[in-house]
C-alpha cells in the first residue's frame, strides 16, 4: 500500500512539472450548454442535466442492486445539497483556482498503482462513463466538487473544540471495562410462570398500581358505513357491460392443467439423494408393474396430497417450479413422466386433464360486476362525505357540520392507547380509530378521515382523565396479561437475587457456574464482554446507562444496580457484574490531542453544515417544488 501511494504521489509531481496547462482540456473554452440545459433552480445557483446525469451515474454504480426510486431519492437530496453549498460559496465570493482544478484531475487521471491516464484514454473513459465530452466534465468538477467542497471546509474550519471536550473524548474512548451479564426475557420463562385465577386476583388486590390504564381520552365521531351507501348505490346493466368489456382479462380463463404426482424428498430431514433416487426407481417399477397411480401415491409420496392420491387439482402455467412446470405442459393426457428432479425432491408426474383459456360470460358474471361497481361507488361517496365534513367541522364546529350534513354524533367511552382497550359499540378497539385519537394535539382537534373496518370516521377530542384501575371481571384478559407481566418479572428479580447471593460466597465462579440446576436458563442467556469503552456497552444498556457514572465506578465483583432496561420497544433484564475494569493515563494523551481534536472539529462541523444545509433546504424549497421536479427529471431517464 505504502509503495503504490509513493509511486502515484511521484507521478502526480513529475506530471504536474511535465504537463502543466496540457493537463485540463477546458481552460480557455465554455463549457458546451445544450438548449435547456437548466433543469431547476436552488438560489442563485442552476442544476443542470450535466450534473444530474453524472450523479445519477456514480449513485447507481454505487449501490447496485438497490430500489431504482431509492437511488433517485439519493441522487435528487444531494443535487439539492451541492446546489446550496454552491450558493453559500457564490455569496461569499469563492472561487476555485485552476492549480486546485488541475490537482484534482491528476488525481482522477492516475490509478492506485501510479500509472497516468493520456488524453485520448481519459477522454474516452469520460464520454464512455458519462456520456459527455471532458470540457463538460471537468466545469462540472470546478462548479460543482470543488467549489462546494471550498465551502464545505468552511464549517469544519469555524468548529471550535475546546480542551474539555479532548479529554472527555480520549476518557469516553480509552477508559475500558469488561463486564458479565445474563440477559432474561420475560418470554424466555413462560413455561416457568403461571397464574390461576386465585392466584391472579391476589395480585390484582395487592398491586393496584399495577393495574391501571393509561391516560384516556374520549371521542365524539361521525360514522361512515360502506354497507349502508352501497345499498344507496345503482348500477344499470350498461355500466356493468363497459367495465366488462374495458376489463376482459379479469373475465378470461388462463388454459390449465390437471395433475397427480409422487414426491420422494430430499434434504435435511428427508433422503439423501441417492437414498432418493433408489426410491423412486422403486415407485417407477411398482407403476410399470401396474399398481394405479392414485395407490402409488399413497403409498410411496412424502407429499401432504398424497392421501388424495397425489392429486395437485388443475394450475395454470409458471405455478408450479420450472423443472416441474416444463415437464407437466409437455406431456399429454394421461402421460406418466420419468423421474423429474426439482429442489424439493424427484418427482413422478401424471398429466391428467387440460382446459383451454376461455372467456367468462357476461352473464355469469354480471352480478359480481354489478356488486363491485357498488362498492367502488359507495366508497368514493364515502370518502366524499368525510372529506366535506372535515372541511365544514375545521371552519364550523364539529357539531355544526354534522347539524349541516344531517349526521348522527356519537360518543366513545374513556380509552386509552392499549390495544385491547375498547371504545364503544361501533368503534370497538380499531386499532386506525385509537391511533388517530391519540395521535390529535388538542382537545377540540378535529381528525382526517380515518378508515375503520366497513367504513371511515371523524372524529373530535372532547375530554381527558387520569388511567383508571381495570375492572377484573370486564378486563379479565388484559388484567391476566399484566398479571402475568407481574408474575414473570418477580420470577426473574427471584433468580437475580439469588445470583448476587450465591456470587457473593463463590466470587471465582462465573454467573453461569452459579445459576445451579435451573435448566430454563441456557448458556446462551449468559455473555462476557471484551475489553470494551463507552462505545461497545451491550445493545440493552447503551440508552439507559452512563458508561462513566453507573459502569465505570463499579469495583470489580459488584453488580450494576439497574435491572430492568428497554430496547427496540420490549423489555429486557438484565443482570450485569464488572469482571474488570482500566482507566485512562493521561500521559498518553498527548501523542494523540491533534488526533482527537481533528475528528471532534469534523463532528460539530458536519453539525453545522447540516443544520445549515437543511435551514436553507426550508427556505429554497418549502413546498419541495424543486425537489419534486427533479425527482421527475431524474426518474423519467430510466
Known amino acids: 500500500m505504502r509503495k503504490n501511494e509513493t509511486a502515484r504521489n511521484v507521478v502526480i509531481v513529475l506530471v504536474c512539472i511535465a504537463l502543466g496547462s496540457y493537463v485540463l482540456f477546458s481552460f480557455g473554452e465554455a463549457p458546451p450548454t445544450a438548449q435547456g440545459d437548466t433543469i431547476a433552480t436552488i438560489g442563485s445557483t442552476t442544476i443542470k442535466r450535466r450534473d444530474a446525469l453524472i450523479q445519477e451515474i456514480n449513485y447507481r454504480n454505487q449501490f447496485r442492486g438497490m430500489d431504482a426510486a431509492q437511488v433517485d431519492q439519493f441522487v435528487v437530496s444531494s443535487l439539492v445539497r451541492g446546489a446550496i453549498l454552491q450558493d453559500g460559496a457564490e455569496a461569499l465570493d469563492m472561487a476555485v483556482s485552476d492549480d486546485e482544478l488541475r490537482d484534482l484531475i491528476i488525481r482522477i487521471r492516475t490509478d492506485g498503482e501510479g500509472n497516468f491516464a493520456g488524453n485520448e484514454d481519459y477522454a474516452n473513459y ?16 470546478r462548479e460543482k466538487a470543488l467549489l462546494g467542497d471550498k465551502f464545505r471546509q468552511l464549517f469544519v474550519g469555524s468548529a471550535y473544540v475546546s480542551e474539555e471536550e479532548i479529554r472527555e473524548r480520549f476518557t469516553e474512548e480509552n477508559r475500558k471495562v469488561t463486564l458479565e451479564y445474563v440477559t432474561v426475557r420475560p418470554n424466555n420463562i413462560q413455561s416457568e410462570v403461571s397464574l390461576d385465577d ?24 361521525v360514522s361512515w358505513v360502506l354497507s349502508d351507501l352501497r345499498d344507496e348505490m345503482t348500477i344499470t346493466d350498461q355500466e356493468a357491460l363497459d367495465y366488462y368489456n374495458t376489463n376482459q382479462d379479469r373475465y378470461r380463463q388462463p388454459e390449465q392443467v390437471q395433475a397427480s404426482h409422487v414426491l420422494v424428498k430430499t434434504g435435511q430431514g428427508f433422503l439423501s439423494d441417492e437414498e432418493a433416487q433408489k426410491k423412486i426407481g422403486e415407485v417407477q417399477e411398482a407403476l410399470n408393474g401396474g399398481m394405479e397411480f392414485a395407490e402409488a401415491a399413497k403409498k410411496f409420496s412424502d407429499d401432504s396430497n398424497a392421501s388424495r392420491g397425489g ?5 395454470k402455467r409458471g405455478t408450479m417450479v420450472k423443472p416441474f412446470s416444463d415437464k407437466v405442459w409437455s406431456m399429454a393426457e394421461g402421460e406418466v413422466s420419468e423421474p423429474v428432479k426439482t429442489q424439493f425432491g424427484y418427482h413422478i408426474i401424471q398429466r391428467v386433464a387440460y382446459k383451454p383459456e376461455e372467456m367468462q360470460d357476461f352473464d355469469a358474471v354480471r352480478d359480481a360486476i354489478t356488486n363491485e361497481l357498488k362498492n367502488t361507488k359507495a366508497r368514493e361517496e364515502m370518502s366524499s362525505r368525510a372529506a366535506n365534513f372535515v ?13 349541516k350534513q344531517g349526521a348522527v354524533v356519537q360518543e366513545s367511552l374513556f380509552f386509552d392507547s392499549d390495544p385491547s382497550s375498547e ?5 370497538k378497539s380499531a386499532a386506525a380509530a385509537r391511533n388517530a385519537a391519540f395521535a390529535l394535539a388538542e382537545e377540540g382537534d378535529v381528525s382526517p378521515a380515518v378508515q375503520i373496518p366497513n367504513g371511515q370516521v371523524v372524529m373530535t377530542w372532547t375530554a381527558t382523565r387520569e388511567g383508571q384501575k381495570l375492572s377484573f371481571e370486564n378486563n379479565k384478559s388484559r388484567v391476566r396479561t399484566l398479571g402475568e407481566s407481574l408474575a414473570q418479572k418477580a ?11 450465591a456470587a457473593e460466597k463463590e466470587p471465582e465462579k462465573s454467573l453461569q457456574e452459579l445459576k445451579g440446576d435451573r435448566e430454563w436458563a441456557k448458556d446462551n442467556f449468559f455473555q462476557v464482554t471484551n ?16 458508561f462513566n457514572e453507573d459502569i465505570f465506578p463499579l469495583a470489580p465483583g459488584e453488580f450494576l444496580a439497574q435491572r430492568e432496561f428497554e430496547a427496540f420497544n420490549s423489555n429486557h433484564y438484565l443482570l450485569v457484574r464488572l469482571k474488570e475494569k482500566e482507566d485512562v493515563n493521561m500521559d498518553d494523551l498527548q501523542e494523540k490531542r491533534f488526533q482527537i481534536a481533528q475528528q471532534i472539529q469534523g463532528q460539530s462541523g458536519g453539525d453545522f453544515l447540516n443544520a445549515y444545509l437543511f435551514e436553507r433546504t426550508v427556505q429554497y424549497d418549502p413546498k419541495k417544488d424543486v425537489e419534486k421536479k427533479l425527482l421527475s427529471s431524474v426518474g423519467g431517464r430510466r
Open 311 to 315: 392429486d395437485l387439482g388443475f394450475f
Open 126 to 141: 469520460i464520454r464512455r462513463q458519462y456520456r459527455m465530452p471532458v470540457t463538460a466534465y471537468e466545469q462540472y468538477l
Open 198 to 221: 386465585n392466584q391472579l386476583k391476589k395480585l390484582y388486590d395487592e398491586n393496584p398500581d399495577e393495574f391501571l390504564t393509561g391516560e384516556q381520552r374520549q371521542i365524539k365521531f
Open 391 to 403: 372541511e365544514l367541522a375545521n371552519s364550523d364546529g364539529f357539531e355544526a357540520a354534522a347539524e
Open 531 to 546: 475489553s470494551i469503552n463507552a462505545n461497545g456497552l451491550p445493545y440493552q444498556l447503551r440508552n439507559s446507562v452512563d
Open 491 to 501: 420470577f426473574i428479580m427471584d433468580f437475580f437475587d439469588a445470583l448476587v447471593a
Open 423 to 427: 371504545m364503544g359499540p361501533t368503534l
